[in-house]
C-alpha cells in the first residue's frame, strides 16, 4: 500500500464545496509537515496549504478565505476544505508528507470545477 492515501475529488459546480483527505499509513511521529499542492495541465505544481505537527498553516493567496488544511494528529490525515470553489481551482491535486526520514507524496486526485 502507498504511503499516503488521498480521497475526496471530483466533479463539482462553481460556489460549491469538497473536501480532500489524505491518510498516512502507521505512525509518522511528532517531527512533520503535511502540505496539499495542485497542478493543472501546462502548469507547474504549485502549493496550495501546508500544516506542521505543532499546527502552524499557511494559505496561498489564491486560496485564502476559501480553502483550510487542517490534520488529525491521532489518525496521521491531513485534510482540505474547499469551498466557493472557482473553475481555476481545477487540477489534480496532491499531499506530501515530510519527515527526517522521508518525503512522501500522494497518487493525487482529480478536482474539477464547471458547470
Known amino acids: 500500500q502507498e504511503p499516503l492515501v488521498e480521497s475526496g475529488g471530483g466533479l463539482v459546480q462553481p460556489g460549491g464545496s469538497l473536501e480532500l483527505s489524505c491518510a498516512a499509513s502507521g505512525s509518522i511521529g511528532s517531527n512533520y509537515f503535511m502540505a496539499w499542492y495542485r497542478q493543472a495541465p501546462g502548469k507547474q505544481r504549485e502549493l496550495v496549504a501546508s500544516i506542521t505537527a505543532g499546527g502552524i498553516t499557511y494559505h496561498a493567496d489564491s486560496v485564502q478565505g476559501r480553502f483550510t488544511i487542517s490534520r488529525d494528529n491521532a489518525k496521521n490525515t491531513a485534510y482540505l476544505q474547499m469551498n466557493s470553489l472557482k473553475p481555476e481551482d481545477t487540477a489534480v491535486y496532491y499531499c506530501?508528507?515530510?519527515?527526517?526520514?522521508?518525503?512522501?507524496w500522494g497518487q493525487g486526485t482529480q478536482v474539477t470545477v464547471s458547470s
Open positions: 506530501r508528507l515530510r519527515t527526517p526520514r522521508d518525503d512522501y
